[in-house]
């Protein structure tokens, strides 16, 4: 692994169903961030965890949730998807001295 | 409240000089960020700036003024690569990242 790493690359999700979406980073960086990406809106950001066994919530964070057991993982979890979590996530990481971010290629996920 | 405004789009010729502006209203500031975010595929850093003036990297140069809440990202000697957008980010007093809604740049031949 290089960097970060995130699965599935895309995803087709009946609504109602319950998702998560992997995130694993090797950089051993404390800081880690879900953002969603939705044309026009730039990047808005769901949760964050400043360390392992912390979470926070971040702009828009209803209907998401998030764990951080470890340093490496952070995965997030959609418990009921709607149409309306139809979007591009990306997973990032960032060290706590330069607070540069750095992001996973993308989850693409459609809910019908 | 917080906001950042960057031009939505813009369109420049190959080989020209290009300026894509961003100002800024945040709680605290501790940095500002340029990314770069080729049409699906993720951001990737450009730049920092945290203190006021000119870093310059090759082709990129970004500007800033903390007085003004404003910075800039100047792309030179453009290339057909350079179309892509542009997402314009401040590090709020939490340490959070605040981002624009990027600014498409088009590259014309």
């Known amino acids: 692994i290089a960097g970060i790493t995130q699965a599935p690359t895309s995803q087709i999700l009946a609504a109602g169903r319950r998702m998560t979406l992997r995130c694993t980073q090797d950089?051993?960086?404390?800081?880690m961030y879900w953002y969603r990406q939705d044309l026009g809106l730039g990047l808005r950001l769901i949760h964050y965890?400043?360390?392992?066994?912390?979470?926070g919530k971040g702009e828009v964070p209803d209907g998401y949730s998030v764990s951080r057991a470890n340093t490496d993982d952070f995965p997030l979890t959609l418990a009921s998807a709607v149409p309306s979590q139809t979007s591009v996530y990306f997973c990032?990481?960032?060290?706590?001295?330069?607070?540069?971010?750095?992001f996973g290629p993308g989850t693409r996920l459609t809910v019908l | 409240g917080q906001n950042i405004d960057q031009p939505t789009e813009m369109t420049a010729t190959e080989g020209a000089i290009v300026q894509i502006n961003c100002t800024y209203q945040?709680?605290?500031?501790?940095?500002l960020f340029w990314y770069q975010q080729h049409a699906g595929e993720a951001p990737t850093f450009l730049s920092y700036?945290?203190l006021d003036g000119l870093e310059e990297k090759g082709r990129f140069s970004s500007f800033l003024s903390r007085s003004k809440g404003y910075s800039y990202l100047l792309l030179k000697e453009l290339q057909m690569k350079d179309s892509a957008s542009y997402l314009c980010?401040?590090?709020?007093?939490?340490?959070?990242?605040?981002w624009g809604a990027g600014t498409k740049l088009i590259i014309k031949p």
């Open positions: 990032a990481s960032s060290d706590s001295m330069t607070h540069t971010q750095y």
């Open positions: 950089m051993r960086h404390n800081a």
């Open positions: 965890s400043n360390t392992a066994g912390t979470t």
């Open positions: 945040t709680s605290g500031f501790n940095g």
């Open positions: 700036n945290v």
């Open positions: 980010a401040v590090l709020d007093s939490n340490y959070q990242l605040i």
